[in-house]
C-alpha cells in the first residue's frame, strides 16, 4: 500500500465530528477503495476541553487553524467551520496557497467566493471539493459534474434545505407551531449557526447558486438569486393549500433564459401528486432535466452529521485514488458570465390569500383591481362569517400572468381600507 494521505480538519461541530466518526469506524474500508491509508492527523476547533465523544489523543491540535492548513505535514485540510468569509475563508486561501487539497462543506463561501477559489486551487495544482455544501448526503456535484456531463441541462430544481423543509412537512403533519419545529431541527444538528439562513430562504440560496454553475457552466452568482423563506408560511396557508391540491415547498430554481439565467427560491404551491411534494421532512431532492437523460429525480437526506460526511469523505476518496477534477463541470477559468433575469420578468399562476372585512362588494372591489391588471382568476375560496369587524380569509388562484402586473396588482389590494392585513402571495409551480 502507498503512502498515509494526512488530513488535518479545522471545525468538530456536527459535521467535523460526524466526518472524523466515518473515518475512524471505515478506516480500513476507505483504505482498501483508496488503495492507501488516510488518517485524520492534526484537528482545530474553538473549544480544546469541549467533550465531543471523540478520541483525539493520538491527533496533533491547532488552536491556530490556518497554522494548521500551512503545516507540511498535512497533505489535505478539511474546513468544517462555516462562514463565508473570516477564518473558513482565510484557512481555504492558506491551504491553497500550500499546496493542500481542499475539502469543504461551506456553500455560503462557495456562493460567494467559489469562482475564484477555484481558480485558486486551478492555479495551485490542488483539488477544491465541496459535495458535502450542496443537499447533504445527495452526490449532485458529482451527478452534474460527472453523471450528466454529456448532457445540456434545460433546467434543474429542487428541495435544497433540510431545516425548512422539516418545519413545512412536521407544520403541516402535526400541526405543531412554526418556532417549535425550528428548534428542533437545531437540536438534530440541521440548521446553520444562524437559522436565518435557512428559514429565510438564504442558504437553499447558496447551493443554488452552486447548482447553476455546475449546470450551465457559470460564475457563482449569488446576487443574481432572487430569495424568499419560508418565515410568512402560516398552517392556514398549508391548510387551504392542501384543499387546493397543493402542498406548499421551499424550491430553489434555474433556467436558462435568452442570454441569460433565471434563478429563484422561494415558496412554491406543487401538486400533491409531484414527485417533489412528497419529499419530506429533513430529506432534500433535485431534480435535473437533460436534453438526453430526460428528467433525472436524486433524494437523500439533505442535512445532519452522517449524510454531510458521507459527502465529505467521498470527496475525500476520490483525492485519495489521485482522481483530479475541477471544482464545477469546467475549469473555473473558463466559466461564463451570465446575466440574470429580473423577477418583475416572471410568468405563472399565483395563489393569494387576503385578510378581509366581511362585508359586501370587498369581492368586487379586489376582483376589479385584478382585471385592470389583465391577471385572470381561476379559483376563488371565502371561508367562515366573522364577527363584524373582524378578518376572514379570501383565498384566490389566478391563472398565468406576469410577476409585475400581479406586483401592482397586491400593492393596490394591500390599499383597499376592506383588506385588513398584508397580502399573502404563494406561486404555483407547473411541476
Ligand atoms: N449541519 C449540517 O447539516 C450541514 C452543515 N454544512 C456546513 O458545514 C459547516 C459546518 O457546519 P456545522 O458542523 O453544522 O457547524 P457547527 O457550528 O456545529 O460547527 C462549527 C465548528 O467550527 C468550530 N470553529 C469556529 N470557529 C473556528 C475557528 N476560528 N477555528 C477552528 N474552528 C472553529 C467550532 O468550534 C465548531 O466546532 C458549515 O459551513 C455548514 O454550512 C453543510 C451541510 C450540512
Ligand atoms: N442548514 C442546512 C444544512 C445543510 O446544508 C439545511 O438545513 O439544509
Ligand atoms: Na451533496
Known sequence: MSETLKIGVAGLGTVGVGTLQLIEKHYELIAQRCGRPVLVTAVSARDRRKDRGLDLSAVRWFEDATAMAADPDIDVVIELIGGADGPAKEIVEAALSNGKHVITANKAMIAHHGTELAQRAEQAGVALACEAAVCGGIPIIKTLREGLAGNAINGIYGI??????????????????????????????????????????????????ILTALAYNCEVDFDGVHVEGIRDVTSLDIAFADELGYRIKLLGIARLTNG????????????????????????????????????????????????????????????????????????????????????????????????????????????????????????????????????????????????????????????????????????????
Open 260 to 431: 441569460g439565467v433565471e434563478q429563484r427560491v422561494h415558496p412554491c404551491m406543487v401538486r400533491k401528486d409531484a414527485p417533489i411534494a412528497n419529499v419530506e421532512g429533513v430529506y432534500n431532492a433535485v431534480v435535473a432535466d437533460g436534453d438526453f437523460v430526460g428528467s433525472l429525480l436524486t433524494e437523500g437526506e439533505g442535512a445532519g452529521a452522517g449524510p454531510t460526511a458521507s459527502a465529505v469523505v467521498a470527496d475525500l476518496i476520490d483525492i485519495a485514488r489521485g482522481v483530479r477534477l475541477p471544482t464545477f463541470a469546467v475549469p473555473a477559468s473558463v466559466l461564463d458570465r451570465r446575466p440574470s433575469r429580473a423577477m418583475a420578468e416572471h410568468w405563472g399562476g399565483y395563489y393569494l390569500r387576503l385578510m378581509c372585512v366581511d362585508q359586501s362588494g370587498v369581492i368586487a372591489d379586489i376582483t376589479a383591481v385584478l382585471r385592470d391588471e389583465d391577471i385572470s382568476v381561476e379559483s376563488m375560496v371565502q371561508r367562515g362569517r366573522g364577527p363584524a369587524g373582524e378578518a376572514v380569509p379570501i383565498v384566490i388562484t389566478t391563472h398565468e400572468t406576469t410577476e409585475a402586473g400581479m406586483t401592482r396588482a397586491l400593492d393596490r389590494i394591500a390599499a383597499l381600507d376592506t383588506v385588513l392585513e398584508s397580502p399573502r402571495l404563494i406561486r404555483i409551480e407547473p411541476l
Open 160 to 209: 435544497l434545505n433540510g431545516t425548512s423543509n422539516f418545519i413545512l412537512s412536521s407544520m403541516r403533519d402535526t400541526g405543531r407551531e412554526f418556532g417549535e419545529v425550528l428548534a428542533e431541527a437545531q437540536k438534530l444538528g440541521y440548521a446553520e449557526a444562524d437559522p436565518g439562513f435557512d428559514i429565510d430562504g438564504v442558504d437553499a440560496a447558496h447551493k443554488l447558486a
